[in-house]
């Protein structure tokens, strides 16, 4: 690469590119031992019936927190785990311990079976021949309903085997688990294969709902994604919502459910059930 730099800048391009390899080179290590230590956690975004205003299900997602590194977002230690595999063990954890925490839910009386968790399944998991099989045990073996869980995967997750991908997904969808598009529209999906997909939600991605009030454009495919998934008996849930003139149009479309900082962020276990508790109604008359 030759960039047309004076020798200083240089010099600080080459050591930016440096330390950013020995980041990741030395997070890659840190992250091995990452699940023994204690150092990740699960945490837990509602997701709210847009015609009821409850909450009927949330997203658990990962955090990593270590000595070294301190709060490492998923955007960057997930594809470093993908990198090494260790998203296998990890998906593996993610799975048991939202298991474990929907159990517990489920026991206090917090949420009942119209409540769903989901995971984000990492591609190289459903390339697993037997994480169908392995996904089965774990669920009967915890109690929960395979309807209470929801998988999320990428379209990327399924591109790359697809009729490995299809076989497991509709083994799974015939036990009741609920299937998820994640980040829909921003893959490579064809319509073609949207028929073909044993699949129950398409989550749109949070890049076509952050403009939804200015673009005209990015309003055009969220109705017609929503539209879309209605005839093909898909529901839908809008990422990233934040402001209440989203929700409105998310509403009018026809949209089933939102998730987004505008009622919650992530949350810790008991901040999720607190907010249970109390409902949602009183944030969407706070905006
Ligand atoms: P995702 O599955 O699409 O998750 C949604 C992301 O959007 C989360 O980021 C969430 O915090 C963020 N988000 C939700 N509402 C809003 C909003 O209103 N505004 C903004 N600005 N952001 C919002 P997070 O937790 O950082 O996760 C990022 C990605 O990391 C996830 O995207 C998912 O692809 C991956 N990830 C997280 N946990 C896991 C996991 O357990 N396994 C795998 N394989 N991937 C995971
Ligand atoms: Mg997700
Ligand atoms: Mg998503
Ligand atoms: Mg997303």
Redesign the pocket.
């Known amino acids: 690469l030759a960039l047309p730099v004076r020798d200083g800048q240089w010099q600080e391009y080459n050591d930016t590119i440096d330390q950013s390899l020995k980041r990741r080179s030395g997070m890659r290590t840190a992250l091995r031992g990452a699940l023994q230590r204690g150092e990740l956690f ?2 837990y ?1 509602p997701k709210v019936d847009i015609k009821t205003n409850r909450i009927v299900g949330a ?5 990593w927190e270590n000595s070294i590194y301190g709060k490492v ?3 960057e230690f ?1 594809p470093l ?2 990198a090494s595999g260790e ?1 296998l063990s ?2 593996r954890w ?1 799975i048991l311990e939202a298991l474990v925490a929907l159990k517990r839910w489920r026991a206090l009386h917090q949420v009942d079976d119209d409540f769903s968790l ?5 591609p190289l ?1 459903l390339m697993q021949a037997d994480f169908a099989q392995t996904l089965l045990d774990m669920v009967s073996d915890s109690g929960v309903p395979p309807c209470c869980l929801e998988l ?1 995967v ?1 379209e990327s997750g399924l591109m790359q085997d697809m009729e490995l991908a299809l076989k497991q997904l509709r083994r799974l969808i015939q036990y009741g688990f609920k299937v998820g598009i ?2 829909f529209g921003t893959g490579y999906s064809s319509l073609a294969y949207l028929k073909t997909l044993p699949i129950s939600v398409l ?1 749109i ?2 890049a076509f ?2 403009e939804l009030q200015s673009s005209i454009q990015d309003q055009k495919l969220t109705g017609t994604v929503i539209d879309m998934a209605r005839h093909f008996g898909f529901s839908t849930v809008a ?4 402001q209440s003139e989203q929700l409105d149009w998310l509403s009018s479309m026809g949209c089933d459910l939102v ?4 009622f919650a ?2 949350l810790k276990e008991n901040e999720l059930l607190k907010l249970i508790d109390s409902g949602v109604e009183h944030l969407i008359n706070k905006f």
């Open positions: 699960l945490v975004q997203e658990a997602l990962l955090r977002s998923p955007v997930i785990a993908e998203i990890i998906g993610v989901a995971v984000n399944v990492s998991q999320e990428t994640d980040d989550k991605d949070r709902i952050h990422e990233g919502v934040e998730q987004g900082y505008m962020p992530p």
